[in-house]
Nanobody
Framework: QVQLVESGGGLVQAGGSLRLSCAASGSIFSAKSMGWYRQAPGKERELVAGISNGGTATYADSVKPRFTISRDNAKNTVYLQMNSLKPEDTAVYYC???????????????WGQGTQVTVSS
Protein backbone atom coordinates (compact mmCIF):
# COMPACT_ATOMS: atom_id res chain seq x y z
CA GLN A 1 0.00 0.00 0.00
CA VAL A 2 1.17 3.50 -0.83
CA GLN A 3 0.46 6.35 1.57
CA LEU A 4 -0.02 9.79 0.04
CA VAL A 5 0.11 13.17 1.76
CA GLU A 6 -0.82 16.31 -0.15
CA SER A 7 0.07 19.91 0.56
CA GLY A 8 -0.05 23.28 -1.14
CA GLY A 9 -3.72 24.06 -1.57
CA GLY A 10 -5.26 27.39 -0.64
CA LEU A 11 -7.10 30.48 -1.79
CA VAL A 12 -5.87 32.41 -4.82
CA GLN A 13 -7.27 35.04 -7.13
CA ALA A 14 -8.09 34.24 -10.73
CA GLY A 15 -4.95 34.36 -12.84
CA GLY A 16 -2.77 33.31 -9.93
CA SER A 17 -0.69 30.20 -9.36
CA LEU A 18 -0.41 27.38 -6.85
CA ARG A 19 1.80 24.33 -6.58
CA LEU A 20 0.51 21.13 -5.05
CA SER A 21 2.83 18.48 -3.66
CA CYS A 22 2.17 14.82 -2.95
CA ALA A 23 4.65 12.85 -0.87
CA ALA A 24 4.44 9.08 -1.22
CA SER A 25 5.61 6.45 1.26
CA GLY A 26 5.18 2.73 1.69
CA SER A 27 5.18 0.33 -1.26
CA ILE A 28 6.35 2.91 -3.80
CA PHE A 29 7.38 0.21 -6.28
CA SER A 30 3.70 -0.71 -6.76
CA ALA A 31 2.77 2.77 -8.04
CA LYS A 32 3.21 2.52 -11.79
CA SER A 33 1.57 5.89 -12.23
CA MET A 34 0.60 8.82 -10.04
CA GLY A 35 -1.55 11.82 -10.60
CA TRP A 36 -4.14 14.32 -9.46
CA TYR A 37 -7.90 14.16 -9.52
CA ARG A 38 -10.29 16.86 -8.42
CA GLN A 39 -13.86 17.01 -7.26
CA ALA A 40 -16.03 20.09 -7.18
CA PRO A 41 -19.27 20.23 -5.15
CA GLY A 42 -22.03 18.30 -6.89
CA LYS A 43 -19.69 16.94 -9.55
CA GLU A 44 -17.93 13.66 -10.14
CA ARG A 45 -14.26 13.22 -9.41
CA GLU A 46 -12.25 13.86 -12.57
CA LEU A 47 -8.68 13.33 -13.67
CA VAL A 48 -6.60 16.50 -13.84
CA ALA A 49 -3.16 15.12 -14.71
CA GLY A 50 -1.15 11.94 -14.43
CA ILE A 51 2.44 10.85 -14.86
CA SER A 52 3.93 7.42 -15.37
CA ASN A 53 7.09 6.01 -13.84
CA GLY A 54 8.78 6.78 -17.13
CA GLY A 55 7.71 10.41 -17.01
CA THR A 56 4.94 10.34 -19.61
CA ALA A 57 2.32 12.92 -18.67
CA THR A 58 -1.35 13.17 -19.51
CA TYR A 59 -3.72 16.10 -18.91
CA ALA A 60 -7.38 16.90 -18.97
CA ASP A 61 -8.19 19.22 -21.89
CA SER A 62 -9.54 21.80 -19.46
CA VAL A 63 -6.13 22.35 -17.84
CA LYS A 64 -3.89 22.34 -20.90
CA PRO A 65 -1.45 24.18 -21.07
CA ARG A 66 -1.95 25.88 -17.71
CA PHE A 67 -1.04 22.93 -15.46
CA THR A 68 2.20 20.94 -15.37
CA ILE A 69 2.73 17.66 -13.55
CA SER A 70 6.18 16.46 -12.56
CA ARG A 71 7.78 13.95 -10.25
CA ASP A 72 10.96 13.73 -8.22
CA ASN A 73 11.69 10.04 -7.89
CA ALA A 74 14.49 10.63 -5.38
CA LYS A 75 11.98 12.32 -3.06
CA ASN A 76 9.00 10.11 -3.98
CA THR A 77 7.06 13.29 -4.61
CA VAL A 78 4.72 14.39 -7.38
CA TYR A 79 3.99 18.04 -8.06
CA LEU A 80 1.20 19.88 -9.85
CA GLN A 81 2.08 23.40 -10.93
CA MET A 82 -1.13 25.31 -11.63
CA ASN A 83 -0.89 28.61 -13.47
CA SER A 84 -3.53 31.01 -14.82
CA LEU A 85 -6.06 29.60 -12.38
CA LYS A 86 -9.75 30.08 -13.07
CA PRO A 87 -12.75 30.01 -10.72
CA GLU A 88 -13.82 26.75 -12.38
CA ASP A 89 -10.61 25.15 -11.08
CA THR A 90 -12.06 25.39 -7.57
CA ALA A 91 -12.27 21.88 -6.11
CA VAL A 92 -10.75 19.45 -3.67
CA TYR A 93 -7.64 18.02 -5.29
CA TYR A 94 -6.68 14.43 -4.54
CA CYS A 95 -3.37 12.77 -5.15
CA UNK A 96 -3.66 9.21 -6.48
CA UNK A 97 -1.43 6.23 -7.12
CA UNK A 98 -2.18 3.28 -9.37
CA UNK A 99 -0.49 0.00 -10.39
CA UNK A 100 -1.75 0.63 -13.92
CA UNK A 101 -2.71 3.74 -15.91
CA UNK A 102 -3.83 6.64 -13.73
CA UNK A 103 -6.78 7.30 -16.05
CA UNK A 104 -8.50 4.12 -14.82
CA UNK A 105 -10.16 5.53 -11.70
CA UNK A 106 -11.55 2.15 -10.71
CA UNK A 107 -7.99 0.83 -10.41
CA UNK A 108 -6.68 3.61 -8.17
CA UNK A 109 -4.97 1.84 -5.25
CA UNK A 110 -4.29 4.80 -2.99
CA TRP A 111 -5.82 8.23 -2.45
CA GLY A 112 -4.53 11.19 -0.50
CA GLN A 113 -6.74 13.02 1.97
CA GLY A 114 -7.40 15.89 -0.43
CA THR A 115 -6.46 19.55 -0.41
CA GLN A 116 -8.83 22.43 -1.11
CA VAL A 117 -8.07 24.82 -3.97
CA THR A 118 -10.30 27.90 -4.16
CA VAL A 119 -9.98 30.42 -6.97
CA SER A 120 -11.81 33.70 -6.47
CA SER A 121 -12.99 35.84 -9.36
Amino acid sequence: QVQLVESGGGLVQAGGSLRLSCAASGSIFSAKSMGWYRQAPGKERELVAGISNGGTATYADSVKPRFTISRDNAKNTVYLQMNSLKPEDTAVYYCAASPVSIVLIERIASWGQGTQVTVSS
